[in-house]
């Protein structure tokens, strides 16, 4: 076990020896725990002398800031120099801290274990944050949880379907109004509030469907590509459901999930949908949903 797993394991089973009840967030790809219903990303670096350096990508601290009670734990060398930072202080200062353009974060706490942001000798104190393993240990006073991780990475995939849409000009629609994505509703960043009626669909199956892309035609709105995200259910229904625009040849269909064998076992039951459904790893939306923001911002940088 290299250093950076060992200390990683250490957290884990300290955590789990002061009476915390330590489960991994299987829905995420990153190391990420709900350690009595606190929901902790793990980060960990070596002592390198100065500083303590970390890389940290845009998309896994989005995911986890969209988690209730959410923390990024950053364990600086040894188990007793661990920094509990809320995801919602750290995404706040990510416009002060360098990243490349794949979204990469370099994030550095010095050897007093401030939190090194942008400008000369500009740091965050993390004094309240430093070994406060009373976040595991009390956390109801952190506020109680309303959404299980499944629940909250539904709605982000959801969220980061909407906003690609609508990078890419579409008009775009989802049920979830009221669910939250990076503390907006979801019917904030959506350009349809109510599902048009569709001659060749079932209405109350279309309006469920978790994001639709629609194209304006001649004073219409037509589905371009419509999206169901299959997390901790089966992919059957999502299928029931895109199903009701099998008579839109043009439109694209795609089931967003991590269970491909499920997938690729439901196609193989319904032989005339084969070419017309599609999968998608809700890491490759992620990867998408990144690049599509980078080309954006870059796009406003150069005025091009």
Known sequence: MNGIKKLKSELLEHSAKVGGDVQPIKVLRADAYQINKVNILLRAASDLGKRY?????????????????????????????????????????LPKISHDR?????????????????????????????????????????????????????????????????????????????????????????????????????????RQIDVIWLRKAKGELFPECAFEVELSTGVWSGVGRLSTLRDYSSTRLYIISNQLKKFMKVMSSFEEFKERFKHVSTEDVGVLYSAELRLRELREIIDL
Not at 195 to 203: A, G, M, N
């Open 102 to 206: 794949n979204g990469e974060y370099k994030i550095n706490f010095d050897r007093d274990l401030n939190l090194i942001i942008r400008g000369r000798g500009q740091k965050l104190d993390c004094k309240q944050f430093v070994n406060n393993w009373d976040i595991i240990l009390n956390p109801k006073a952190q506020g109680a949880i309303s959404a299980s991780p499944e629940e909250s990475i539904h709605t982000v995939v959801q969220g980061r379907l909407i906003e690609i849409g609508n990078v890419r000009g579409y008009e775009t629609f989802c049920p979830n109004k009221n669910k939250l994505f990076n503390k907006k509703e979801i019917s904030k960043i959506t350009t349809v509030e109510t599902c048009p009626r569709l001659q060749f669909s079932e209405y109350n199956i279309l």
């Open 53 to 93: 350096f970390f890389g940290l990508n845009y998309i896994n601290a989005e995911e986890i800031a969209n988690l209730d009670n959410s923390f990024i734990a950053f364990i600086c060398g040894r188990l007793d120099q661990v920094v509990f930072m809320p995801t919602e202080v750290l995404v706040n200062l």
